[in-house]
């Protein structure tokens, strides 16, 4: 097989910047495809295809352009990436990964299917099917929608029966998900890769912090059980071979307050709660996903730190990042920022890695949340 020199990246957000930031060090063409001109992925990649996702012509150039495929963002149009197949375009990962994980239903059914304790969940679509969930499993729980839901959008925590059904009706015929709200101890998340031949590493366990269904905190490692850290990469391990991924990918799951583990999400691509793998480990979470899909070995992840990762989230208060200065007084503070221009509320803008020495503990914790605190959004 030739040998790969150029990689496609549908999607052109932070994840596919930061994966196109490592495929330039290593020497790789990088051409993205996204909606929006300056995307930030396309102001580090060569070229950038401005086009819908799921213009067929343009994702046919990015095909030709590219030797090989992927995507940082998974509610693409799955057509594009079966068209891509159809002409015999390398893409990693498959769609039949795509079709699995952009599916809530599809992807809860895999993981019980595999073995993987999930929450109790149930398909909604009209009053009579929430009627049966809610006598079933009880409240309170979370409605969210099957398909295209990303950082807690298309979700709804319900408490009633009358509150549910506020929700079907804000659905509007979508088609949900019940799912039984888990008295939460943490959450965490194994980052892992895999390759065609079936190799695959996984990470330490990262811990997440989330506030209102958004990432806001990552801590690496996770402050739970050795045990409980094994089997959560065990069941990490499972999910990327039961799939079949080729490629980096996260697998969140809910530590109970009875200590047991449920998968929750798996998404196939690099993840917002893997960010601190690019300054504590030789080698990122980006670089292993350039390895898997192009046939080249992974790296046994190293973590030469422990980490806090803290996401820097626009507040709709203006775009331009004030307290740079004072936050980078601080030493131990690696800052990441994704060159998008609005700082809407809550939008991904940037993230900082603050390594610790010894053990992540409240103070590190404290430390990290003050240094978040000297950031703000500026007219
Ligand atoms: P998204 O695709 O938006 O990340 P998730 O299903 O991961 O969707 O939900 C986002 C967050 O909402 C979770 O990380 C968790 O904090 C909370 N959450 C979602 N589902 C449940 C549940 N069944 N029980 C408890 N908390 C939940
Ligand atoms: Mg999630």
Known sequence: MKPIQSIGVIGGGQLGRMFALDAKRMGYHVVTLDPHEHSPCGQVADEQIVAAYHDLAAIEELGRSSDVITYEFENIDIESVRHLESLSYRVAPA??????TQNRLFEKQFARDAGLPTTDFARVQTAGDLAGAAERFGFPAILKTVHGGYDG???WQVNSLEQALAAVNAARGAELIF????SLACEVSVIATRNAQ????AYPVAENAHERG???MTVAPARIEPGLAAKAQAMATLVGRGLGIVGTYCTEFFVSTDGELLVNEIAPRPHNSGHYTIDVTPCSQYEQHIRAICDLPPSPPRLLANAIMMNVLGEGTGDHLAGIAELLSDPSIVLHVYGKRHAVARRKMGHFTMLVDGPVDDAAIARARSALAKLRWTA
């Open 153 to 155: 959008k298309g979700q």
């Open 95 to 100: 769609s039949r990964v795509l079709s699995v």
């Open 214 to 216: 958004i990432l806001t």
């Open 198 to 201: 079936d190799e695959i590493v």
């Open 179 to 182: 799912e039984k709200e888990v």
